[in-house]
């Protein structure tokens, strides 16, 4: 996506790191300022279709690292949902232990009392078989050794039900965060393309083909084949094979913001579920991806690598050999094969 006439390889870099989304963009200018000129109003001319294409595919870009964003959120969102339903069953769990040993207390005590009326010292002081009353001591003096374990647990266990609802309320409060996060994403992601289809409205069908075409892709593959080729590209084993094979499934597929298929793909929800096809779990974005195998760099790459693209790892695609990658690039352009070079290339990783 956005601009791909930079060509940029740094596979030596130490680290790359999220980059804060941009929440003011440039804007361009469609009503230009009329004038007169001998009493006729000139209005400025319309931008060009070279730069609606420049601004429409700033404004994908923009969206991208938003949808990246919003992916993070909502993975942060139901990870802290999960734990926080964890907390809440186990909370649960702890209190009605507690209360079974509450009740199994005052049980005991309300039975000693209806059977004794008196303490058991001086019942036992007024037994007149000496069997009776070493057998009765021994069974008082091991309740009370029960009941005083019993008392400790309960204030044990109070102390971990409070420390459980606690915890919980935390993570209730870092549920609302991320969700509170992943709205904002998502209205950076609806503003952006809202503004890119108001641009892109003001093109002719053809113009709006051209805007959309993807640099570099040119003549190369440019229409998504049916499926996979009757021969694959030799992968470096079975699983980067299988992620291939589903990759070439895709093809044509359309691309959806913070979709993961079957019927639509975000950039980093296509590369997820190819190598989930293959048995392997990859993290949810595009920054996390690459982080989930070794680093391979631009020379060495085989079918079934990730590479990604951009300083901020914003966009993410798989390689499939001959020069090739598939990848879900923005919205109007289904799944499709491109050159790998066609975007500023940073890095690429090899799962498995």
């Not at 084949?225 to 694959?232: E, I, K, V």
């Not at 980093?268 to 991806?289: D, F, I, K, N």
């Amino acid at each position: 996506m956005a601009h791909h006439r930079r060509r940029l390889w740094r596979p030596s870099a130490a680290s790359v790191y999220r980059k804060p989304i941009r929440t003011a963009a440039t804007t361009l200018t469609l009503a230009g300022a009329a004038s007169a000129l001998g009493g006729v109003a000139l209005a400025d001319p319309q931008p060009s279709t070279g730069e609606v294409r420049d601004r429409v595919e700033a404004l994908h870009h923009e969206a991208e690292v938003a949808t990246e964003e919003f992916n993070a959120a909502t993975e942060a969102a139901g990870e802290a949902r999960r734990e926080l339903d964890r907390l809440t069953d186990e909370a649960a769990r702890r209190a009605a232990e507690l209360n079974r040993v509450r009740d199994a207390l005052g049980s005991q005590a309300s039975a000693e009392y209806r059977a004794a009326g008196l303490p058991a010292s001086v019942q036992l002081a007024l037994s007149s078989d000496p069997d009776e009353f070493l057998g009765r001591a021994a069974q008082v003096g091991r309740s009370g050794d029960r009941q005083a374990r019993a008392l400790l647990g309960v204030q044990e266990q109070l102390r971990e039900v409070e420390r459980l609802r606690a915890e919980a309320e935390g993570q209730a409060a870092a549920l609302e965060e991320a969700e509170r996060d992943a709205r904002a994403q998502r209205e950076q992601v609806e503003t952006r393309l809202a503004e890119a289809e108001r641009l892109l409205a003001t093109l002719s069908e053809s113009e709006r083909a051209a805007a959309l075409a993807e640099e570099g892709a040119g003549a190369v593959r440019a229409t998504a084949p049916a499926g996979a080729p009757a021969t694959l590209p030799a992968a470096p084993g079975r699983r980067a094979a299988a992620a291939v094979a589903f990759a070439y499934a895709q093809l044509g597929k359309p691309y959806g913001w913070g979709a993961t298929g079957p019927d639509a793909y975000d950039c980093s929800g296509l590369t997820q579920a190819a190598w989930a096809a293959a048995g392997v779990s990859l993290p949810r974005t595009s920054y996390s991806q690459v982080d989930a195998g070794a680093r391979v760099p631009r020379s060495a790459l085989r079918p079934g690598d990730l590479v990604f693209y951009y300083s901020g790892l914003s966009h993410v695609g798989m390689y499939v050999g001959d020069g090739q990658i598939i990848h879900a690039s923005r919205p109007g352009t289904p799944v499709r094969l491109a050159p790998v070079d066609s975007m500023p290339l940073v890095a690429a990783t090899r799962p498995g």
